[in-house]
């Protein structure tokens, strides 16, 4: 039972990775409010780009920076295992980027619909396009 519980306790960055996209994906399936939708869609989102930085970590490794170069070490072989790889952290940097003009985007449309239809919710939106 202890180890069940270090092991929980020392991947909790992936438990909230879970309850996040359990919850961004409850939003989306489940409510049927667009605003709810959007901020369904957000927390989805954020979710994957924790999961994504913690990938990323590793435990006792440093930035992926090399000395000059100049110096009797000059020619030892680099070990990538003692490097932290930068990769998932740079395409999460963009992905914020996305995620924050998606739901600028999605917004903007979520105040259209308003405007054309007088409300957010689904239902009634369906209701009023099927009117002849």
Do not use: C
């Not at 409510?31 to 939708?37: G, I, P, Q, Y």
């Not at 980027?97 to 369906?126: N, P, R």
């Amino acid at each position: 039972m202890e180890a069940i519980l270090s092991s929980f306790l020392t991947k909790y960055n992936y438990w909230v990775f879970i309850g996040l996209v359990m919850i961004g994906m409850y939003a989306l399936i489940a409510k049927r409010n667009l605003v709810k939708k959007i901020i369904g869609m957000n927390i989805f989102q954020t979710a994957v780009i924790l999961f994504y930085v913690s990938i990323g970590a590793k435990q006792g490794s440093t930035i992926p920076i090399l000395d000059s170069g100049h110096g009797h070490d000059a020619h030892h072989a680099v070990q990538a295992i003692d490097y932290i790889n930068p990769l998932p952290h740079v395409l999460m940097l963009t992905a914020i980027v996305v995620s924050v003009a998606t739901l600028g985007v999605a917004l903007a449309l979520a105040i259209k619909v308003h405007q054309q239809y007088g409300t957010l919710e689904e239902d009634e939106i369906a209701a009023q396009i099927d009117k002849p």
